[in-house]
């Protein structure tokens, strides 16, 4: 059973980078298959996906948030990684990874993690 | 960006009923549509994948239908497990997109 699990700061300065982990247990990144994603959820709100990445290294970002995104992987700790810089207080939100099919499957996520809350705040 | 539109926004129902919640794409999305079912403070499960096929282990009283911009989503037969808030999300193109949500709670 593949289980995801993010971590990184719960609360976070305005204009500062927000740095979150996700780590994966029961599957191995680097098989390959599947796209690691981040979505993010406002509070009492809606999903966003954020972005996801193959295990090659290759990403995909929501335009919204291009520039200012980095999603990385390190297949050795069977790890994906979210950078989101000049936060405000707009990126308060619940973050998850998850772990997608590829498109011709339909692009679902089928596990997530349990979400962690981040909050910009000075 | 596909626009995702669902429909109705909230929805009260009664154990033992059947419901349908409709998603409507910006445009055809052929059948690259998946839907989930959230519960308050839980990650979305997913439960029918490419519009009407049945995600391992989600019960049959769940199902899908749909293709190009229609689709939508039935439960026969009201669970109380059932009450929660569900999304539909296009897998068609990145970015993926999710609609608003139907919230479904007890009539």
């Known amino acids: 059973q593949v289980q995801l699990q993010e971590s990184g700061p719960g609360l976070v300065k305005p204009s500062q980078t927000l740095s979150l982990t996700c780590t994966v247990s029961?599957?191995?990144?680097?098989?390959?298959?599947?796209?690691w994603s981040w979505i993010r959820q406002h509070p009492g709100k809606g999903l966003e996906w954020i972005g996801y990445?193959?295990?090659?290294?290759?990403?995909y970002y929501n335009p919204s948030l291009k520039s200012r995104i980095t999603i990385s992987v390190d297949t050795s700790k069977n790890q994906f990684s979210l950078k989101l810089s000049s936060l405000t207080a707009a990126d308060t939100a619940v973050y998850y990874c998850?772990?997608?099919?590829?498109?011709?499957?339909?692009?679902?996520?089928?596990?997530w993690g349990q979400g962690t809350l981040v909050t910009v705040s000075s | 960006d596909i626009q995702m539109t669902q429909s109705p926004s909230s929805l009260s129902a009664s154990v033992g009923d059947r419901v349908t919640i409709t998603c409507r794409a910006s445009?055809?999305?052929?059948?690259?549509l998946n839907w989930y079912q959230q519960k308050p403070g839980k990650a979305p499960k997913l439960l029918i994948y490419?519009?009407?096929s049945l995600q391992s282990g989600v019960p049959s009283r769940f199902s899908g239908s749909g293709s190009g911009t229609d689709f939508t989503l039935t439960i026969t037969s009201l669970q109380p497990e059932d009450f929660a808030t569900y999304y539909c999300?296009?897998?068609?193109?990145?970015?993926?997109?999710f609609g608003q949500g139907t919230r479904l709670e007890v009539k």
């Open positions: 998850a772990r997608a099919t590829p498109p011709s499957s339909s692009s679902a996520f089928g596990y």
């Open positions: 029961g599957g191995s990144i680097s098989s390959g298959g599947y796209y």
């Open positions: 999300q296009q897998g068609y193109s990145t970015p993926s997109t």
């Open positions: 490419a519009a009407s």
């Open positions: 445009q055809s999305i052929d059948i690259y």
């Open positions: 990445i193959y295990y090659s290294g290759s990403t």
